[in-house]
């Protein structure tokens, strides 16, 4: 485990990286005893600087929710960070591209919770009965860790990821909510246009079979640090799409079929 000395001051990085637009170098090239635990530590730290602003936590991201990813990432697991309140931008609407660094956009399912939800011996049966409905959403994901190294091009690792918020940047929600149990989620599909161009297309089941199975994961990990999800948070259940970059400009929208759409432009 990295020094607590060490833990704070890479927090601060990452939280004067977000506020200035500018990334920082991979954590894990200059600590490369870095390890999956000292990434979310680093995070935990990164949202006390937050919470110190005002922030506040809304729910929680999930990633890394496929098996190409998780094997791009040489991990067998999933990540998790939080979702704080000014990540949230409203549907249809025009959000400046000058507050983030290299977005990229996401198609995901968001849980919100109508019970809270505490592991371990959470179930997939006990998400979908505590969940009031299941709502179209798209990720805006970033870097304040940059992507590849400035020099090298040699891609960050999973311990960078998850110190850095595991890339959540920002959430909009839209289209028809639904109960849970009104639609069967594994067969959500949706179609991601950039600029009325379809970029990718993808079916919920990709997460993990069910994206309920994420939300259940989540409550049984976050449970080791006596943690649980609450009655109203929002849970990013992980995308079913690869990450489309964007630029100034572009308009992304997504079609989830019988549970409508949601949709911005970058400017």
């Given at each position: 485990?990295?020094?607590?000395?060490?833990?704070?001051?890479?927090?601060?990085?990452?939280?004067?990286?977000?506020?200035?637009?500018?990334?920082?170098?991979?954590?894990?090239?200059r600590?490369?005893?870095?390890?999956?635990e000292?990434?979310?530590?680093?995070?935990?730290?990164?949202?006390k600087?937050?919470?110190?602003?005002?922030?506040?936590?809304?729910g929680?991201?999930?990633?890394?929710?496929?098996?190409a990813?998780?094997?791009?990432?040489?991990i067998?697991?999933?990540?998790?960070?939080?979702l704080?309140?000014?990540?949230?931008?409203?549907?249809?609407?025009?959000?400046?591209?000058?507050?983030?660094?290299?977005?990229?956009?996401?198609?995901?399912?968001?849980?919100?919770?109508?019970?809270?939800?505490?592991?371990?011996?959470?179930?997939?049966?006990?998400?979908?009965?505590?969940?009031?409905?299941?709502?179209?959403?798209?990720?805006?994901?970033?870097?304040?860790?940059?992507?590849?190294?400035?020099?090298?091009?040699?891609m960050?690792?999973?311990?960078d990821?998850?110190?850095?918020?595991?890339a959540?940047?920002?959430?909009?929600?839209?289209?028809?909510?639904?109960?849970?149990?009104?639609?069967?989620?594994?067969?959500?599909?949706?179609?991601?246009?950039?600029?009325?161009?379809?970029?990718?297309?993808?079916?919920?089941?990709?997460?993990?079979?069910?994206?309920?199975?994420?939300?259940?994961?989540?409550?049984?990990?976050?449970?080791?640090?006596?943690?649980?999800?609450?009655?109203?948070?929002?849970?990013?259940?992980?995308?079913?799409?690869?990450?489309?970059?964007?630029?100034?400009?572009?308009?992304?929208?997504?079609?989830?079929?019988a549970?409508?759409?949601?949709?911005?432009?970058?400017?």
């Amino acid at each position: 485990m990295l020094p607590l000395t060490t833990i704070t001051e890479l927090a601060r990085e990452l939280y004067q990286a977000r506020k200035s637009r500018t990334p920082v170098r991979h954590f894990s090239k200059r600590h490369p005893q870095m390890t999956i635990e000292d990434g979310y530590a680093v995070q935990r730290e990164w949202v006390k600087l937050e919470l110190a602003d005002g922030r506040t936590v809304k729910g929680r991201k999930i990633g890394l929710t496929s098996r190409a990813m998780q094997m791009a990432s040489q991990i067998t697991e999933p990540d998790f960070a939080p979702l704080m309140d000014d990540m949230f931008f409203e549907q249809g609407s025009d959000i400046a591209f000058t507050r983030f660094i290299a977005p990229r956009v996401e198609v995901e399912l968001a849980f919100i919770l109508g019970r809270p939800l505490k592991g371990p011996g959470v179930t997939l049966f006990d998400v979908l009965a505590a969940t009031e409905y299941v709502t179209p959403a798209i990720e805006i994901i970033d870097a304040r860790i940059e992507q590849f190294d400035r020099d090298t091009k040699e891609m960050r690792k999973v311990f960078d990821t998850i110190a850095d918020f595991a890339a959540n940047a920002g959430i909009v929600l839209g289209g028809r909510p639904v109960r849970p149990n009104d639609v069967d989620l594994r067969w959500v599909g949706a179609m991601l246009y950039k600029n009325g161009v379809i970029e990718e297309t993808g079916l919920a089941a990709a997460v993990l079979n069910h994206p309920a199975n994420g939300v259940a994961w989540l409550a049984n990990k976050i449970s080791a640090f006596d943690e649980q999800l609450n009655a109203g948070d929002v849970v990013l259940g992980g995308s079913f799409t690869r990450p489309t970059a964007a630029k100034p400009g572009d308009t992304f929208h997504v079609d989830y079929g019988a549970l409508g759409g949601v949709g911005f432009r970058f400017v």
